[in-house]
């Protein structure tokens, strides 16, 4: 999935740049604990300021924030390209403690919701190939969808709507949770969220039974 690729893309580059500079910062302390080391005798300087030194450091400092910034940038847009049909739309509700996913387009309006109790987990269905627009929100106090692996994650606010847009590109289940603590049966909202074949997905619409399609 585009997020997955491009999450992993930034991570990875901007965990190898703080570790570059975690890697400078340590060897500038380790060589400064050595050469002040207890014991020898160092003359201390007698100039108050290092201009040239300065500038250099903040030239550097400067170049890798930008970078980083124009970088996060780019990947986000890649991330939220425009969609080239109009999106499935997915409505989906957090209350405490559970989910609620209503499909405003399907023939006659539906809904799949649960419990969120022993094996009672709503499923989020949603074609592979299109484009999918969720739009969340909460009855009650702040959630958060979250989806681990595909490294989606979004709050969800009482009396607001947050949306984002997501394509699937293969079939498969995923496990989805609440990432907010949101009180004492807060560890129990799971959900899954399964991708299907369009066509698939059109008789499971289609069919109104309120019954997940098959595993």
């Not at 580059?13 to 570059?20: D, K, T």
């Not at 124009?70 to 989910?99: I, K, L, M, S």
């Not at 059109?202 to 069919?207: C, E, H, N, V, Y």
């Amino acid at each position: 999935m585009t997020q997955r690729q491009v999450f992993g893309e930034v991570f990875g580059l901007e965990s190898i740049v703080a570790g570059v500079v975690f890697l400078v910062v340590c060897a500038v302390f380790g060589w400064a604990l050595i050469r002040r080391r207890a014991g020898r005798r160092v003359d201390a300087s007698g100039r108050s300021e290092h201009p040239r030194f300065e500038a250099y450091y903040v030239g550097v400092l400067g170049a890798f924030a930008v970078f980083l910034v124009a970088w996060t940038a780019w990947q986000n847009h890649r991330e939220h390209q425009p969609a080239d049909r109009p999106p499935v739309r997915v409505d989906v509700t957090g209350f405490q403690w559970c989910w609620t996913f209503a499909y405003p387009q399907a023939p006659e309006r539906r809904s799949v919701t649960g419990t969120c109790r022993g094996g009672d987990l709503p499923t989020l269905v949603v074609p592979t190939g299109r484009p999918v627009q969720l739009r969340l929100t909460s009855k009650d106090v702040i959630h958060s969808l979250w989806v681990p692996e595909l490294r989606y994650k979004m709050d969800a606010f009482p009396d607001h709507v947050n949306t984002f847009t997501l394509t699937m590109d293969r079939e498969g289940r995923w496990m989805g949770k609440c990432a907010e603590f949101c009180g004492h049966l807060h560890y129990t909202m799971h959900f899954w969220i399964k991708a299907v074949s369009p066509e698939e997905y059109d008789r499971w619409l289609d069919s109104g039974d309120g019954q997940e399609v098959a595993a």
